[in-house]
């Protein structure tokens, strides 16, 4: 079945600092490919997407481009925020059969410093 | 759309107690998820519905624990009996359809004491 491996954390950063959490996955067929994002105390929300390899999901200054090649889904963010102090979760989805669930990945906390 | 509604957010419940957990899916979507989240394990699939029928349910952990869905618009969870390694947070998801985003509820706080 399809898997996740994502950097673990927890990653502390200052304010406007460089964010990079490291995705793999191994999945069957071309999965699309998701990170999510939970602030305390909520659910999951979904952060940015991409569905087809070399596509680029970009929301609230964070993206990630799908590498087929390299099975990869990285997490970026040139300038990250205080209020990006979150959990973020890396997670395919296959792309067809019994592929359907989302494979979430452990999780990687994110804390940024004033 | 109001989103994915769970209730209650909060539970406490003691030993040995029925406990059934409250989902709404987001109106047309055929995908419903129940998660658990814990310290320990992370994220975990419980039991999947696709048009209000039980596709997998390989992430139920034991036979306490059993999931329905009566009609497109309510699902619940229900444990008994209850136990204190239950505690967690449960999370009710839907999508639109396979292999799409899914989208959570704000989850439910369970503390079997």
């Known amino acids: 079945g399809d898997s996740v491996t994502q950097m673990e954390g927890p990653v502390t950063l200052s304010e406007e600092a460089f964010l990079t959490i490291n995705c793999t996955y191994t999945?069957?067929?071309?999965?699309?490919l998701f990170w999510y994002v939970q602030y305390p105390g909520e659910g999951l929300q979904l952060l940015l997407k991409?569905?087809?390899?070399?596509d680029k999901g970009s929301n609230k200054g964070f993206e990630a481009t799908y590498r087929k090649e390299t099975t990869s889904f990285h997490l970026e963010k040139g300038s990250v925020q205080v209020s990006d102090s979150a959990v973020y979760f890396c997670?395919?989805?296959?792309?067809?059969?019994?592929?359907?669930?989302?494979?979430f990945g452990k999780g990687t906390l994110l804390t940024v410093n004033p | 759309d109001a989103g994915v509604i769970q209730s209650p957010r909060h539970e406490v419940t003691e030993m040995g107690q029925e406990v059934t957990l409250r989902c709404k899916p987001i109106?047309?979507?055929?995908?419903l998820f129940w998660y658990r989240q814990t310290m320990m394990r992370g994220l975990e699939l419980l039991i999947y519905?696709?048009?209000?029928?039980?596709?997998?349910d390989s992430g139920m952990p034991e036979d306490r624990f059993s999931a329905k869905m009566p009609n497109a618009s309510f699902s619940t969870l229900k444990i008994q009996p209850s136990e204190p390694r239950d505690s967690a947070v449960y999370f009710c998801?839907?999508?639109?359809?396979?292999?799409?985003?899914?989208?959570f509820g704000q989850g439910t706080r369970l503390t079997v004491v």
């Open positions: 998801a839907s999508s639109l359809r396979e292999n799409t985003e899914a989208f």
């Open positions: 999945a069957t067929g071309y999965p699309s």
């Open positions: 991409a569905t087809k390899a070399d």
């Open positions: 997670a395919p989805v296959g792309s067809g059969g019994s592929n359907y669930k989302l494979t």
């Open positions: 109106s047309g979507h055929n995908s």
């Open positions: 519905f696709n048009n209000n029928v039980p596709i997998d």
